[in-house]
């Protein structure tokens, strides 16, 4: 008999730290998470993880014009679940701070 394994690759973005992700990361990232409307304007930001790891909210409202605050708030529970998950081995807890994104958008 002849034994078949079948081999799940994790996509990039869950190898590794949120600061490493590129671009293409944090969209498939986005898609993961259910929020693949907002693709668009993160590939037209240009974001990385860095960016998302020094998202505020007041930054997603001023930056990424995200108007409304539910969904700002959802996001940004989203970046915290990722970065603060239990797994903090491969996680840097860093609290995110106020002020607007790195690199002004």
Do not use: H
């Amino acid at each position: 008999w002849r034994r078949v394994e079948t081999v799940v690759r994790q996509p990039a973005w869950q190898r590794k730290e949120m600061s490493k992700w590129n671009r293409r990361d944090v969209c498939e990232w986005l898609c993961e998470v259910g929020v693949p409307e907002l693709i668009g304007t993160f590939r037209e930001k240009g974001l990385r993880g860095r960016d998302l790891e020094e998202m505020t909210l007041l930054g997603m409202r001023e930056d990424l014009e995200m108007e409304d605050p539910l969904s700002r708030n959802r996001l940004m529970q989203l970046i915290w679940n990722y970065r603060y998950r239990e797994d903090s081995t491969t996680v840097t807890r860093t609290p995110v701070r106020g002020g607007s994104l790195a690199g002004g958008g």
